[in-house]
């Protein structure tokens, strides 16, 4: 019967389908004629069918088919509908809004040709509108835009009656018959307009029909065969998605219509020879107990544990440099615009010259989203309005998830499936929404869901309900953040006891060559320092042993003064008291004189500490292994390194520790940690390497 709505279809064959999953029954009605185009009124359906009800004789169109008319379908019976949309010829497919307060009616534009002709006249099709005025229908008015040389059929009004979707094959459109959209402005329909590529094709897009945020059409583009439903959602740029071979056939499907965004519904489809009307529903998985979203804020408050007291100057404060922003405070409340991996500093700065004082602490953290389906939406919506559901935010990492199995249930309200949906409340009140995702973990399948609360007002901001509104979303925050890495420059301060300060005027990569300018400039500061660190690979210059870094600050302003604005007080570690079995430690005061093997008087206070832990530690052993420079021959250099090694022994064991707990081996020039080619580089090769070992 979709033949006799003036349309032939031509299409070819191709599996395509859209992930949704329907079920469908035939509703049984008691005709052996063709029914087809259901509509709603209030409670009702309408239908349309070429079922002989006249009383006069029937008029044969050129398509040798009976006049269509419109009937309501009480049960299983197809009673006539008002006398009010009925003509000579065909009347149907309608549409009306949801108050009954407009209706839409397809019909031949000509009503005026002889019966005698009627077989073999072209009689287009054009809508026409009824207005409700004191409970009586006006008399139809015709669509400003008919036209005797085109078809417009297929009406389908929005919800508020102020919206017109409907087919044409007017000039200019896509191809053959496209949809268009209409407003009614002050009882006037506007300009039609083309919904363009998102829906219409070359081939013929028909019976439009709109529902809340989504519009249904069928088209005979290359699909599963004959006419297909398709879904459009009008707030989305993508194109018509076909709906799947639970509700497509190779016949003709057509004509779907919904109150709630195609959830269920009625469609007509003439798979069994002859057009049907069906009922359809959109199966979705169950779900449940669902938790409560966690909502992610990412606020954290930020402290340094292990702060000092800055003393009396006002010109030093604690910065922090969180994302980019420097914030002062040695605890502050900072929100992370999203999850991801943060590089976090915390630095003391003098504020008169603009510098850095002392680099306190580096954080390295690592936020992510709460391992859960996630629904983004607003927190309360208004009655009527369309609003986005989006899970883009879901994280289940080990899940392998479709974007169609994300599955919404709005209650009674509606269901949805996908990864972004929109969905409006007709009434206000409090609404759970849940969001149930299916995903797969090694081929096994897991679901998980959540709900989030929303509450919809009316335009006075009122809510009707007997539901107590106390906290709505507000689970606590249990976001995972994970310290990827926690470091102070360059000592920890929890290890106070194994810390000094130094004044820092150069750090390198490599060795400073011996004309560096800050040489010059340092001159008159006496003998600085020079130690190499191993995890940051760095060759540090400083000037100092201060036991705080407030110590050091009056030193730091000279080095300002002078020009080195780069300057920097540094936490470094006494290797002497950082013993740890099987760790190699170097004492940097255990120094020789050249060619000498005699203990030196500044290297007493750290070898007494070394004698102090084999005390305090019975079952240990130390090893001690003695290094030059590359001053003199290799030969003479294995023996003055056994010596100095011995040397060393011989005082621990005067110290009153067993020889037999100590061992001792030189290794001459071999093994260097710095180049031989410069004097500061020599001074760091010639030293004594400590290590303590169980037996």
């Known amino acids: 019967m979709v033949k006799n709505l003036l349309i032939f279809i031509f299409c070819g064959l191709s599996a395509v389908v859209f992930g949704q999953s329907y079920s469908t029954d035939k509703v049984e009605i008691d005709t052996k004629s063709n029914v087809f185009c259901p509509a709603y009124f209030g409670g009702d359906i309408l239908i349309c069918s070429d079922v002989r009800s006249r009383i006069f004789p029937t008029i044969i169109d050129k398509n040798n088919a009976e006049p269509v008319d419109i009937y309501r379908l009480d049960a299983s019976k197809l009673v006539e509908f008002d006398q009010s949309f009925r003509t000579t010829f065909n009347d149907g497919p309608v549409s009306f809004d949801e108050n009954q307060n407009v209706g839409v009616v397809s019909r031949n534009q000509n009503n005026n040709v002889p019966k005698r002709l009627a077989h073999i006249a072209d009689n287009n099709l054009g809508l026409y509108t009824y207005f409700k005025w004191s409970n009586q229908w006006s008399s139809p008015e015709a669509f400003p835009f008919n036209g005797p040389e085109y078809s417009c059929t297929h009406p389908s009004l929005s919800a508020d009656g102020k919206t017109l979707y409907f087919a044409s094959n007017m000039p200019g459109g896509q191809g053959g018959f496209d949809i268009y959209e209409s407003k009614l ?17 070359s081939s013929d897009e028909v019976f439009p029909s709109i529902s809340q945020s989504k519009l249904s059409f069928s088209s005979n583009r290359s699909g599963v065969g004959g ?10 740029e993508k194109s018509a998605k076909i709906l799947d071979t639970t509700i497509n056939t190779p016949a003709d499907e057509f004509s779907l219509i919904s109150k709630n965004n195609f959830q269920s519904g009625y469609f007509s489809s003439n798979k069994n020879g002859k057009d049907e009307l069906f009922k359809f529903k959109l199966e979705l ?20 544990q292990y702060a000092m007291d800055l003393g009396t100057s006002e010109a030093l404060v604690y910065m922090w440099n969180v994302n980019g922003e420097r914030i002062p405070g040695i605890t502050i409340d900072y929100c992370f615009p999203e999850p991801g991996d943060y590089e976090i500093t915390l630095d003391i700065i003098d504020t008169i010259v603009n510098q850095t004082f002392y680099e306190q602490s580096y954080y390295y953290l690592s936020i992510q989203y709460p391992e859960q389906p996630y629904i983004e939406s607003p927190d309360t919506v208004k009655v009527g309005e369309s609003f986005d559901m989006d899970a883009s935010k879901t ?9 169609n199995d994300y599955y919404w249930n709005i209650g009674t309200s509606a269901n949805y499936r996908g990864l972004n949906v929109k969905h409006s409340f007709d009434k206000p009140g409090i609404y759970d929404i849940q969001l149930g995702i299916v995903g797969f973990d090694n081929e096994q399948e897991v679901a998980a869901c959540v709900y989030k609360t929303v509450v919809c007002t009316d335009q006075k901001g009122f809510i009707p309900t007997d539901r107590v509104i106390e906290k709505l979303n507000l689970v606590e925050n249990t976001n995972e953040t994970e310290i990827v890495e926690e470091k102070h420059y360059y000592a920890d301060p929890k290890d106070s006891l194994n810390t000094f300060y130094g004044v820092e005027f150069a750090s390198e990569k490599e060795e400073l060559a011996a004309d560096d300018f800050r040489f010059k400039l340092v001159e008159t500061f006496g003998e600085y ?16 042993e201060f036991e705080t870094p407030m110590e050091a600050y009056e030193f730091w302003i000279k080095m300002q003064e002078i020009g080195l604005e780069d300057a920097v007080v540094r936490s470094f570690i006494e290797e002497n008291l950082d013993f740890k079995l099987e760790d190699v430690f170097i004492l940097n005061n255990v120094k020789f004189d050249k060619g000498k093997w005699n203990i030196l008087p500044e290297a007493i206070p750290e070898l007494n500490r070394v004698i102090d832990i084999m005390k305090a530690n019975e079952n240990i052993l130390l090893e001690i292994s003695a290094y030059t420079d590359n001053s003199n021959t290799f030969d003479f250099n294995m023996k003055l390194s056994n010596k100095r090694a011995k040397s060393v022994a011989k005082y621990i064991s005067n110290g009153g520790i067993e020889m037999d707990r100590i061992s001792t081996q030189g290794f001459g020039e071999g093994n260097p940690i710095a180049s031989n080619d410069t004097e500061q580089g020599k001074a760091l090769n010639r030293r004594v390497e400590f290590k303590l070992v169980l037996p």
């Open 185 to 201: 402005v002050d009882s006037k329909w506007q300009k039609p307009v083309n919904l363009g590529k998102s829906v219409n094709t």
């Open 227 to 236: 006419l297909d439903l398709y879904l459009y959602d009008l707030g989305s």
């Open 285 to 304: 998985p169950q779900f449940g107990p669902c938790d409560s979203l966690v909502e992610t804020y990412f606020c954290y408050e930020l402290t340094e």
């Open 395 to 403: 994280n289940l990492p080990n899940l392998l998830i479709d974007e």
């Open 529 to 544: 320092s020079l130690k190499y660190i191993e995890e940051e690979q760095l060759y540090v210059y400083y000037y100092g």
